[in-house]
Nanobody
């Protein structure tokens, strides 16, 4: 099991940058593939970015590719989402999620139902 807590959200202007953090506790962090999802009011939750448990491969939604970067620090048990060139349409609650990985697992995951644990989310608001 793992507990996840997001931080770093806030209000920024379009074009600015923000870094979200997801602190993990419980089972060793290195055993989990990780992901970021977001949900705006009245909309479905959507995939943002993911990273495999080794930190060797990443994947991004087309809407954020080239602007967002996912990374992890196993030493700090923390997942990051560096967001640059933010747009008003990036406004949402951002949640991190953990997928229980096997040693042989070399994948990252893009579907919400592939994740086992979720944080409560951090609000990101981008003004135009």
């Amino acid at each position: 099991q793992v507990q996840l807590v997001e931080s770093g959200g806030g209000l920024v202007q379009a074009g600015e940058s923000l870094r979200l953090s997801c602190a993990a506790s419980g089972r060793p962090f290195s055993n989990y593939a990780m992901g970021w999802f977001r949900q705006a009011p009245g909309k479905e939750r959507e995939f943002v970015a993911a990273i495999d448990w080794r930190g060797e491969s990443t994947g991004y939604a087309d809407s954020v590719k080239g602007r967002f970067t996912i990374s992890r620090s196993d030493a700090k048990s923390t997942l990051y989402l560096q967001m640059t060139s933010l747009k008003p349409e990036d406004t949402a609650v951002y949640s991190c999620a953990a997928h229980r990985a096997q040693y042989s697992d070399r994948s990252f995951y893009t579907a919400a139902n592939q994740y086992d644990y979720w944080g409560q989310g951090a609000q990101v608001t981008v003004s135009s």
